[in-house]
């Protein structure tokens, strides 16, 4: 069984918009904290979003405030990653992840569990 289950991304112009979506699965989904980390080319990964399992507290890297929100669905077990005024910049393979009973700072260790990875290419 797959934890979590991503959809969403694609290619979009500058300035465009796009929804990323994931799922989570598995007995202990309600208990997740969730969040979405990026990897552009050549580059770490890092946490762009995130929010904790309360779905009280969350966090934005500072290169996506004011143009990305993440927020959460319980009932659904989901996390959607809104992005608009997407730039060059964001372009990058976008992940779902998960920690079980995580906190507000549970994206600075790694996630029990990783998405498959989604796509977005933004040109200029």
């Known amino acids: 069984q797959v934890p979590l289950s991503e959809s969403g991304g694609g290619l979009v112009q500058a300035g465009g918009s796009l929804r990323l979506s994931c799922v989570a699965s598995?007995?202990?989904?309600?208990?997740?904290?969730m969040g979405w980390f990026r990897q552009p080319p050549g580059k770490e990964r890092e946490c762009v979003a995130a929010?904790?399992?309360?779905?009280?507290?969350?966090y934005y890297e500072d290169s996506v405030k004011g143009r990305f929100t993440i927020s959460r669905d319980a009932a659904k077990n989901s996390v959607y990653l809104q992005m608009n005024s997407l730039k060059p910049e964001d372009t990058a393979v976008y992940y779902c992840?998960?920690?079980?009973?995580?906190?507000?700072?549970?994206?600075?260790?790694?996630?029990?569990?990783w998405g498959q990875g989604t796509q977005v290419t933004v040109s200029s």
């Open positions: 598995g007995r202990l989904a309600s208990k997740y904290a």
């Open positions: 992840a998960s920690k079980i009973w995580g906190s507000s700072t549970w994206f600075q260790r790694p996630p029990d569990y």
């Open positions: 929010i904790d399992w309360t779905g009280d507290i969350t």
